[in-house]
């Protein structure tokens, strides 16, 4: 389920189908469309006539933005504004959005939006975290959390939004098409052809992005994603990517948690089964062949690790991919 959590104490969960009025400051939602719960596109227009009273039409003029004011999230978002402005607040840092720009907030991030423009209109997608995670892995892109982290706002020229525009409308209106017979292969193409869309625009911004130097604590992790890369199908201990940065696993957890959301074990996991997944899918592999590639043991071991990470056997999970 697509959710943000408001950081408050009991860090309450909120479903964004019905509860999106609660944590973004929409008047009017136009569409709302959903895909099994792990991409949601929802279209909104902001009438500021309408909004003095709400609850996150903060306005910021005369105001500094309190913790309370702010909402963890936990998924990826994407923000693509059609018209008007607005700002928006990350980890208290605010960046100020036009149609000429698209925010791209990574889990993990206090987040805010507020002073927008009476006519404000923007779509914002969100993507699960792990199929976010799975999609970037399939189109073979390292994905750099500190770099996205520290440059959430990209200008876009016209013809970049124009093509970024388009394939949201064509995934928006795919996520209707129930009755496609390839309806899941379809909008994971779509959804990989979106991000292919704004890797392409980021790959040429690069050089206008912030490149400050790493702290110690983001220098480690970049260098633990890039061993992960290179040696998650056969080293699946922490302590190994700790003992090559020359630190103990349990630091290495603590930062990972800190700037990532995720501890090295659940990334090494997550990492392991997304190569096993390929691997199952493919019918000239059988289970002992995939267990062999991933450097487990034996067949036990793997299809134990298997289910306990998917909730299904290698077997049910191959024969699931083939039925669709």
């Given at each position: ?21 609660t944590?973004?400051?929409i008047?009017?939602i136009?569409?709302i469309?959903n ?5 949601s ?6 009438s500021f ?6 609850i996150?039409?903060?306005n ?17 978002i ?8 607005a700002?928006?607040?990350?980890d ?13 907030i ?7 939006i507020?002073n ?7 779509k914002?997608l969100?993507?699960?975290?792990s ?7 399939e ?10 982290k ?14 970024l525009?388009k ?15 390839f309806?899941?292969e379809?909008?994971?193409n ?23 130097m790493?702290?110690r ?10 061993l992960?890369?290179k040696?998650a199908?056969e ?19 603590v930062i990972?948690?800190?700037l990532?959301?995720k ?6 996991s ?9 691997l ?7 289970i ?5 590639a ?7 071991a ?5 289910k306990k ?8 999970y ?7």
């Amino acid at each position: 389920m697509n959710y943000f959590k408001l950081n408050d104490q009991n860090m309450k969960t909120i479903n964004i189908e019905s509860d999106l009025q609660t944590i973004l400051p929409i008047d009017n939602i136009e569409t709302i469309d959903n895909y099994q719960d792990l991409i949601s596109i929802v279209r909104f227009q902001h009438s500021f006539s309408n909004s003095s009273s709400h609850i996150n039409a903060v306005n910021t003029e005369d105001k500094k933005l309190m913790p309370a004011d702010l909402i963890e999230v936990s998924t990826f978002i994407m923000i693509l504004v059609e018209k008007g402005n607005a700002e928006i607040s990350l980890d208290y840092k605010t960046y100020h959005i036009t149609s000429d720009k698209m925010a791209f907030i990574i889990p993990n991030h206090l987040f805010r939006i507020y002073n927008m423009s009476s006519d404000f209109i923007a779509k914002v997608l969100t993507i699960d975290r792990s199929f976010f995670e799975e999609v970037m892995q399939e189109i073979n892109s390292s994905f750099n959390y500190i770099s996205f982290k520290r440059n959430p706002v990209v200008k876009l020229e016209l013809n970049e939004n124009a093509d970024l525009q388009k394939v949201f409308l064509l995934l928006q209106e795919k996520i209707r098409s129930h009755t496609h017979f390839f309806y899941k292969e379809l909008i994971r193409n779509i959804t990989e052809t979106l991000l292919l869309e704004f890797l392409n625009v980021l790959a040429k911004k690069k050089n206008d992005f912030i490149h400050t130097m790493f702290s110690r604590q983001e220098d480690l992790v970049d260098k633990f994603f890039k061993l992960l890369a290179k040696h998650a199908k056969e080293q699946h201990l922490l302590s190994f990517y700790a003992d090559k940065l020359f630190i103990t696993p349990k630091y290495l957890t603590v930062i990972l948690k800190k700037l990532t959301g995720k501890t090295g074990s659940k990334w090494i996991s997550d990492t392991l089964v997304f190569e096993a997944k390929k691997l199952i899918k493919s019918p000239s592999s059988n289970i002992q062949e995939v267990a062999y590639a991933l450097n487990f043991n034996d067949q036990s071991a793997f299809r134990r690790f298997f289910k306990k990470s998917m909730g299904i056997s290698p077997i049910i999970y191959r024969r699931s991919e083939y039925l669709g």
